[in-house]
């Protein structure tokens, strides 16, 4: 019984990682491609398929742990447990805080890539993930984050949500 | 500061590095080189200047300017120089002479200034009296950026007496590289007084900043113009991959960020274009990344067989590099000196055919900048009958 939950668990943080990952990453180009674009590269369909499919391997999670998507898949693992404990400890309790519970999940994910980005920004003072530059390209990636979040909370049945 | 003279005869082997653009030749004929430290300790020296009575000026990033004799004895800490913006990359960078130096005492210090949110790549006039710079003017500040890395900084003087700057993109607006409004990541031709000289190439365009040469360049930290020819080369700093050499020719775009052999550090690509209509390839690039520092050409008596090769200082891989030239062909490559561990920052051709290179540090140590002389080594010169 306990096996098969953390099995459970497992197979919904890796596939809301993945999803996370795979959206954050096309913010990310499309981010790149636009910048481009507005200072005058003319960029085909064909030539931006291209360059998700190569952006979303290049930065996709490896043995180096500051790769993006390594990191990605890092910050959830920490982020998504203790979203789980908080949603456990608002469940228990009986006032209007309950509300928030649902929406646990997503923050945690939005929290766990707005630190990536704020964490990798000191050492040159730049932005070392260049999709996420300006406010828009960071709010993207966050919401990507968001996203896992929401796809965690769905894989999980609604017995290991509230578990 | 100590001096320390060290003296070492290094036979170099022939080590030969293929690079995409080049091929094996011929390397039958390696000079064999002394090499002399006229001067070490030095805090990330960044730029060098050799005055026409042998005497020498360095800087340092962190905002020393000293005088140096021709065999590197500190004569003076130059006074009154103006206050850098130190940090990361920022500080006081490269220095030129005015080409009637001689006469007139003047020279030029590029610098960045400003703070973190808002600061430039400075260019300042000023005369040196003695141990002292007079008479300071600003005469060039780029586009205000919010990061301190990629300043740029190079300068020369063009033949016809006008002044090439490089300017860095800033890393986080490399897009501007491609605007004509902005100019970060150009290089950029004023007058010696820090005017715009009328026959410049955007000088008419509307919405275009009237100083601009060229434009599409990244982190350009190298600029030779060779004298004898007029042509000018430049190196710049790609992300990973993507180091090049270019030949900088006026109204040219050479690419940066829309074409380019680098790929972004977070390994995504800056652009799905490597190279594109209208836009300059380099004369070479390196890929991986080497860290190009300085460039000059060679053009003296002391090594014929390199004259018209070009020596580029590397930081990353730590050597100095000879790429030979033939025809304007880039046809081989050599590394020279790179079991020093030394970050190659800058290099000069001193007037008797001697190599002046500019090290910024020895491996990672603090304050462990060096000033090398290379020269021919008697043993061996003798020996090939030169």
Redo the contacts between chains.
Sequence with gaps: MERDRLFRVTLAYLLAAAAGYAVA?IF??SA??I??S????E?SFA??L??FL??MR???PSMVWT??GSLIFIGFAIAFPVAAYLRRVVLRSTGPIRKIAPYLFPIAGATAIAVILLTSYPK????????A?GTFGSLAQCLAGALAGYVFHLTLNKREARS | MSRIYQSAVTVFSCTFLLAPLATLGDVSHEPSIHVEVLADGLDAPWGLALLPDGRMLVTERSGGLYLLDAQGERIATIRNVPEAFVKLQGGLLDIALHPQFDTNSTLYLSLAHGHQKHNTTRVVQAVLAGDALENVKVIFDNTPKGTSVHYGGRLAFLPDGTLLVTTGEGADYREHAQRLDSLLGKIVRIKADGTIPADNPFIDTPGAHPAIWSYGHRNPQGLFVDAQTGTVYATEHGPKGGDEINIIEKQTNYGWPIATHGIDYSGARISPFETYAGMREPLLFWTPSIGPGGIAMYRGSMFPEWEGDLLVAVLGHKHLRRVDLDNGRVVDQEMLLDDRQARFRQVEIGSDGSIYAVVESVGEQPRSGQLLKLTRSRDLRSASGS
């Design positions: 990453s990310f180009t790149n491609l910048r481009l507005a200072v005058g590269a960029i030539d931006a291209r360059t190569f952006d290049g930065m996709a790769q993006y040159y003072e730049v932005f070392m993930f260049a999709g530059r």
